[in-house]
Each structure stands twice: as C-alpha cells, then as structure tokens.
C-alpha cells in the first residue's frame, strides 16, 4: 500500500538524540553497524544523507546499493529496504555476514518480512538500533525556533504539537508556509490541511477509508470499529501508521483529519457521522461529550446525540458553567427542544454569575402556559439573590400543584417569608425520588421548619446532615439559600457560633452550589468570624467575597459586615462611612427570615448614630414575619437584643423593658437567650451604676462561651469605666484585657475597617440628628471654637467631638485620625501614646479612651498630659495641630 506521494523534506535527524548518537558513531574505529526504523516521514532518509556525508568527509565511500564494487572498509546505507526483492535481500544477508563493510539498513516497521529479518539478524549483536517517530513538544520548540529565527509561545508550541501528533514531516508541511523571523498567527495555517488534502489523494482508496472515518469521530480503541477496518482488518491500520498518517497509538492525527475532511464532498461526511451516531445507538453505547459536541457542530441532528449534549451539560453546569451553556447551545442545534435548552442556559447564567442573563431566559418561558420546572427554580433562586425572597415564593404559588420534585425548595421560600402554613402544605405533599439533591433539599426544609416550630437542636441536626448531603451532590440544583447558611444562621441563634463556623467551612471545601455562590458562603463566614471577635479572618473572607461580583442580598450583607467591622474596631469615621452605604442598599433588599441578624445589628449601628428611621419599615415587616410564623423565639432572639441595645442606646426605657422580657423568658428553651439575658440585666445596671462586680463577670462569660467574646469584654470594659471603687475597676480591666487580648494591646484586631470610598466623612448630617450631649471635660483643656457632633462607637452617648477649622463657605470639617495614624515610627511618642492621640483627633472624652482602651480615664488623662508634654503644646488647639501634623495628618 505504498504512497506515490513526494519526497518529503524532515526536521535535521528528526531531533532525536538517537541520530545524533548514530553520527557520532560514524567517527568511531571499527565498523558501523546500524539498522534505522520509522514510519514515513520519520527522518530516515535524511539520516542516512547526514551519514553520508559524515563519512564521506572522512575518506569512506558510499554507496545506496548492495551490489555496489566498494572495498573493504567501504559504507552501505541501504534505505526502504522493506522494498527489496529476494535477491537484494539474499545480498543484503551475505554482505552483513561477510562483516567487510560499514553497513546501516533503514526500514519502515511494518509487519516482518522474512529476508529482511534475516539480513538484520545477520549483523549480529554488533548493530545498533535506531527507532525514528514523533517528537515532544520541547524537540517541536526547537525545530519553530530554528526555521523562525524566533522563540515560539508556550501556546503555540502546544498547538502545534497538537495539530501535528509531533510527526515530523507534518511539522515540515506547517513550517514550509512560515515566514523567517515573524511569528505565524495561527501557527497552523488553514491551507496546510488544504494542499496535504491534494497530496493524500494519492493514498490507497481503504486507507482514506479509514482517515475519513477517524476525522469524523471513530476510534480504533472504541467501542465501534471504522469501516474500512470491518472490511479490511488490520493491514489497513499498520498500512496508514507506516505512511506515518497516524500515531504509534495508532490514533488519528488532527492534522490529517482536516486535511482528508478538506477534499472528502461534505454529503459522504455528513453521511459517515450521522451512520457513526447510528451505530453508536444500535450497540447501545455513550456518545462522548467531546464528540457529540463535533458532530453537532458538524450540523448532525440527532435524539440521542441532542440527549448526551444535555447530559455532559448537566454534569459541567456547577463547577464549569460557561461550558455547560455552549454545550446546551449545541444540544439545540442537535434537535433538543427550545424549553429544554432554554432552562439549562438559564441555569448555566445563574450558575455563572450572570443573573441578568438567566433573568431574560427564564422570564420568556415563565410567560409559557406551562413552563418547565427548572425554569421556576432558576427564577426563584434568582430572585433570592438579588435579595427578595419574597418574589421567590410567589415564583412557587404562581406554579401551584405543578411544584413536583421543588417542593422543599418551594417551602423555604414559604418560611423564608413568614407563610407557615403554605409551608407546610407543600412538605406534607412531598412524595419525591429519595435522590442525593432529593433528601438534601428535604431535609433543608424540614430543619428551617423545625427551627420554627420544634427543637432547635433537632434543627440543626438535621440542617447539618443537608448540608453534607449537598455538597456530596453531583449537580446541585438552583437554591434560594444554602444549607449550610440556614445551618449557621441556626447554631448561631443557638449559642454554636462554633459550629457555624465549622459547617462553613465544610461547605467552602466542597464547593457547596458551585462557584457563583462561594462570595455567598464567604460572606456569611465573614459574619461568623466577625461576631466571634475573629475580626482579621472576617476581613479577610469579606475581602475575598468582595474579589468577585455581589448580587443585591450579597451587597446588603457585605455593607452590614463593613458596619459591624467599623463598630467592633471603635472606628467612629468608618462607622459613618460604612452606614451611610449600608442605609442606601437597604432601600433596595426587603426583609425576610435569613436577614434578622443583619437587621439586629443595623438597629444597633442607627441608634448608635440617631438614624433609626430608615430601618422602621425593616423593622416592622421582620416583626410581622416574626408574628405570623409565631413568633418563633430561636429566630426572634436576636432582633430583641439588638432592640434592647438601641433602646439603651436611644436612652428609651420603655422600649427597652417588652424585649428584654422576650429574651427572659425565651432563655428556658434558647441557648443564646440564656447568655443573653443575664447579659441585659448586667447592661442596664452598669449603665445605672448600680450593679455587682461578680455578677457582671457572669454575664460576661456567659457571653463569651456563646461566641460573643467582643460583646462580653464590652460589658465588662464599661462596668470598670463606671466603677466607683479602684479594685474593682482594676479587677474588670484585668477581665476585659483577659477576653479580649487583642483589643487590650492593640493588635490587628484592633485595626479600623476600611469603608466605602463613596462615603461621606463624619459629620453632623452623617452623625444623625440627635442633641449632642455635655459632657465634663478634664481640667487643664480648653474648648475649641468649632464642634460638631458626632458619635462614638462604643458608646452610649452622643458628644461633641473636636473638629477643624471651616473652610471659606464651607461647612465645619470633623477630624479623623489620619491614615496610618496607628502605624509608623515616631521619635517623640510611644505606641499607646499614638492609640491616644489618634483617638484625641477623633474627639473622644478620656473616659471613652479608657473604655477602649481598658485603662482608667485618669491613665487616659496621665497620657494626654505626657503627650501635650512631649509636644510642647500650651493649648488644646496647638495640641490638635501638633498632633495631627505628627501622626501624618499635616498642619
């Protein structure tokens, strides 16, 4: 089955090391005794030229013929020799026994040959053997740089190496169109498979037979056999791997491919792949998903190839979302149906972060009489990311009985948004296959509606046992929220802060919901971290939430961490800052079940800065969600205590006392209730100054032990600032400094968050309306002309706070610490003496100070004193100028 086609023109030596081992042999004494195989193409003909003329060059005659007269010590290099008759062959043999004459025998592999095994056998165990083939991608590296001139791209070479299976002569055909010392774009030019389809022509009828059926998609190591193989058997394959048209694998060649694709009419290739596809059927077998997708692409339209294109979609759409929706654009043009494609891509964009793009897909089939199932969960689920879970549900009352296997999901939207009863219902109708999704969906509803109506602890059990099913799911479906955050949210709300952090962890490991949802998952981790006083790690996991895009409810919860960050920190500007972008996104994200801790701490923060009204509608509505579910006391918990707190802070006692009894009397049955009420009757005698050191303690390490270390080392740090005996204020500072460490000597912990940087500064509209209040200052300071009133974090009250001197026009500007008023060196104040003056520029009293700082206001005074001192300030304004200008923040 030889080829008539051209000579070919090869990489020097094929860059194997053994050819170039073969020459140096050459300039060795003795014989040259060799034998050369490859397949066509490989470099054996341009080896035994280099031999030549080696040789040559060193005196030896040559000759390409065994009969040659040559003398003793002469070379023969016999190519092609599976070509030679009996005769040549019988001479060959003689001519290797005679052992007179250097003697190198190239060959093609191919089946053995009885003579021309003999000859080789003749030379003895003196020969040397040479087997040529393809090359690796570094030899293919090496040959571009060579004929470029230029350093090929890593990507490049890999495409080359691909395209050409790395056979050299292939590699020639592509380099022949090159220009010298400019980079091909593409490296492989289209009419390479062009002009080698023309020269294929040549090839035996059943050899381009087989190259035609291997470039449209059958495989020699599959399931089903080309044609021309049932037809021909095996020669035809050992033919077409020693022309060097296929692999030693005996794998079709891209390259090739094309080029026979490129000359074959397109109705005999439209044929071959559709009968490839029917065979595949017939005998019962997968179609690939690479090649289901070539033949779609091909134009082949199909049942079973549109089905394995939605299959290998479904299986890519959670981890690789952007290939799963070309695959479902593939099983459309196979024949797929417009609702079955249209749903998957809608997932897909979900699955890929591109709300908006799911939105447009799924809103067309909604408004189809009966629109797929998928169709409503994606609508759902993104309707709960854009943070209105509401719309969720109505989502599922829209489809009414037609619900099925979404049930579940259907139901968490329900208790999401206060609908008990609707709940319910759909859980008492679920009849679904018990799939991995099925039970994990299942058993999520079951433990939100336990956590409503049962035992908080059987909640999280079961909460936890969805989220491990969950993540052990191959192809998770489109949810309103994971279980593993309403498995957090739960075991927070019970005192398990601990474990919240664990089933987050867990989750983020397992790629729970793939990767759209990770900033999600990051996001509530931040939260966790955050109300456990791990503040580096809970800006960390908001930092790397923030790397990716938010949707609304992700927005909402990022701004609310930016809030408490700045509260726990005693960051007064950033807490402004950080309000004043939380307080826009809650205009745009309603309030449902899974954001009443986020609610707790915004009623917190506006009382703090005297902003309460833009959270009254949030609150109301939580309330009455709260009210129609039953005023469920694991979940209502928290909303009491942050309305206990507001109240103290907003100084409204009568707010105060029906809430504080909620939280009393949820104790008996809710683990953070119970750590919370001791904790609130502590709070309001510190703040009365009528409370009793040991029982502060109490309350304070009941806090502690239900995660909310930063909470407990608070109470503490005000009862040392408001108590009137000196052991007892020293034993409370110890306390504090022993809770919270970090705090005590200023570590990162301690750091300010960064706000928004389109924030306001501080100032009187951003600090809220609230009177300020009069407060004694310490003797020896003097009042500046200019106050504005502003707010401290870590206080009750509101109180004027220095700032500079206004502006021509403009409005009084209120001072911040400068940036890296923390950091840095001086030659003049110490490290706790820059902590005071960076809280002197904020405007805080010495009790405040002494308050963060766990240090008495006298200590706080001492310090201020030392540092006017220092400073050589006479005044209080001079002492603010100084002051600024040394942390940084100029004159």
Not at 556 to 576: E, F, I, K, N, Q
Not at 783 to 811: F, I, K, L, M, N
Not at 814 to 819: G, S
Not at 839 to 856: F, Q
Request: hydrophobic letters at 45%; aromatic letters at 2%; one cysteine or more.
């Amino acid at each position: 089955m030889a080829t008539t086609r051209p000579p070919l023109r090869v990489p020097p030596l094929a860059r194997h090391d053994q050819a170039e081992d073969l020459l140096r042999l050459a300039d060795a004494p003795g014989l040259l005794l060799a034998s050369v195989t490859g397949p066509g193409g490989s470099g054996k003909s341009v080896l035994l030229g280099a031999l030549a003329e080696r040789l040559g060059a060193s005196g030896v005659p040559t000759s390409e013929t065994v009969g040659a007269d040559l003398p003793p010590g002469g070379a023969v290099l016999v190519d092609d020799a599976h070509l030679l008759d009996a005769d040549e062959l019988d001479a060959l043999t003689r001519l290797a026994r005679a052992g007179t004459h250097h003697l190198v025998v190239a060959h093609r592999p191919g089946p053995g040959h009885p003579g021309l095994d003999g000859a080789l056998a003749a030379m003895g165990t003196r020969r040397h053997r040479v087997v040529l083939g393809p090359v690796g991608p570094g030899e293919v590296a090496r040959y571009a740089e060579e004929v470029l001139g230029l350093a090929l791209p890593a990507e490049a070479v890999a495409q080359l190496h691909r395209a050409t299976a790395g056979l050299p002569w292939l590699l020639n055909r592509v380099a022949e169109t090159w220009e010298h010392g400019r980079l091909p774009d593409p490296v492989v030019p289209p009419e390479v498979a062009t002009r080698l389809g023309v020269e294929l022509d040549h090839l035996e009828p059943a050899t381009q037979e087989l190259l035609l059926a291997l470039a449209v998609g059958f495989d020699l190591s599959g399931p089903v056999l080309p044609p021309a193989v049932l037809e021909h058997g095996s020669a035809v394959v050992d033919a077409a791997r020693d022309e060097g048209l296929l692999t030693r694998g005996a794998t079709g060649v891209p390259l090739v491919g094309a080029a026979v694709l490129a000359g074959t009419d397109p109705h005999l290739r439209h044929a071959l792949r559709y009968r490839l596809v029917e065979t595949l059927v017939e005998a019962g077998w997968p179609i690939a998903a690479t090649l289901a997708r070539d033949l779609a692409d091909a134009g082949v339209r199909h049942p079973a190839l549109a089905r394995a294109l939605l299959d290998a979609g479904d299986d890519l759409v959670s981890d690789r979302p952007e290939e799963a929706a070309g695959l479902y654009r593939a099983a459309a043009a196979a024949g797929a149906g417009e609702d079955l494609t249209a749903a998957r891509r809608a997932r897909a964009a979900a699955a890929a972060g591109d709300i908006e793009a799911a939105s447009r897909l799924v809103d067309d089939l909604l408004s189809r009489p009966e629109p797929p199932a998928l169709a409503v969960d994606v609508a759902a689920a993104v309707w709960a990311r854009r943070g209105m879970l509401a719309r969720s549900a109505e989502v599922y009352r829209w489809l009414g009985p037609r619900v099925g296997s979404s049930a579940p999901i259907a139901a968490v939207t329900m208790l999401g948004t206060g609908d008990l009863d609707g709940a319910e219902s759909l859980l008492a109708g679920v009849v679904g296959s018990p799939t991995t999704v099925g039970v994990a969906t299942r058993l999520m509803a079951e433990g939100l509606r336990c956590s409503v109506v049962g035992s908080p602890t059987r909640a999280l059990a079961l909460l936890l046992r969805a989220s491990d099913t969950l993540s052990s799911a191959a192809v998770p479906p489109p949810l309103p929220e994971l279980p593993a955050v309403i498995a957090a949210l739960v075991a927070l709300q019970n005192a398990e802060a601990a474990l919240a952090e664990t089933v987050l962890d867990d989750a983020l490991r397992a790629g729970q919901g793939g990767p759209a949802v990770r900033p999600h998952l990051l996001l509530v981790r931040s939260w966790t971290a955050m109300l456990r006083d791990r503040l580096a790690p809970a800006r960390a996991a908001l930092a790397e939430a923030r790397e990716h895009r938010l949707d609304g409810r992700d927005r909402c919860l990022a701004l609310t961490l930016d809030v408490g960050l700045a509260r726990r920190a005693d960051d007064a500007p950033a807490l402004v800052r950080a309000w004043s972008a939380a307080r826009e996104q809650l205009l745009r994200c309603p309030s449902d079940l899974f954001t009443i801790q986020l609610l707790a701490e915004l009623h917190v923060c506006a009382a703090r800065l005297r902003d309460t009204e833009i959270l009254e509608p949030h609150l109301t509505d939580a309330w009455t969600l709260l009210e129609r579910l039953g005023r469920p006391a694991h979940w209502a918990v928290p909303l009491h205590w942050g309305a206990v707190q507001a109240a103290i802070l907003a100084d409204r006692p009568q707010d105060l006392r029906p809430h504080a009894a909620a939280v009393v009397a949820a104790a008996a049955t809710n683990r953070l209730a119970a750590a919370l009420a001791p904790a609130g009757r502590a709070w309001v005698r510190v703040l009365a100054r009528s409370f009793d050191v040991a029982e502060v303690e109490e309350a304070a390490e009941g806090l502690a032990r239900a995660g909310m270390v930063w909470e407990g080392a608070r109470l503490v740090g005000h009862a040392a600032a408001r108590a009137d005996d000196r052991r007892d204020q020293s034993r409370l500072l110890a306390r504090a400094r022993a809770m919270h460490p970090v705090r005590a000597t200023g570590l990162d912990d301690a750091a300010p968050a960064a706000g928004p940087s389109r924030a306001p500064a501080a100032g009187p509209e951003a600090a809220g309306s609230g009177p300020a209040r009069t407060h004694h200052r310490p003797a020896g300071t003097t009042r500046h002309p200019v106050e504005v009133p502003t707010v401290d974090v870590d206080s009750t009250d509101v109180r004027p706070a220095v700032a500079a001197p206004p502006t021509p026009g403009g409005p009084p500007r209120a001072v911040r610490p400068p940036t890296g008023a923390l950091g840095g060196e001086s030659a003049l104040l110490s490290d706790r003496e820059r902590e005071v003056a960076a809280m002197v520029l904020a405007g805080r009293t010495y009790r405040d100070i002494g308050e963060t700082l766990y240090i008495s206001p006298r200590t706080a005074e001492h310090h201020v004193a030392r540092i006017r001192r220092r400073l050589g300030a006479q005044s209080r304004s001079e002492l603010l100028v100084r002051l600024r200008a040394e942390l940084g923040g100029g004159g």
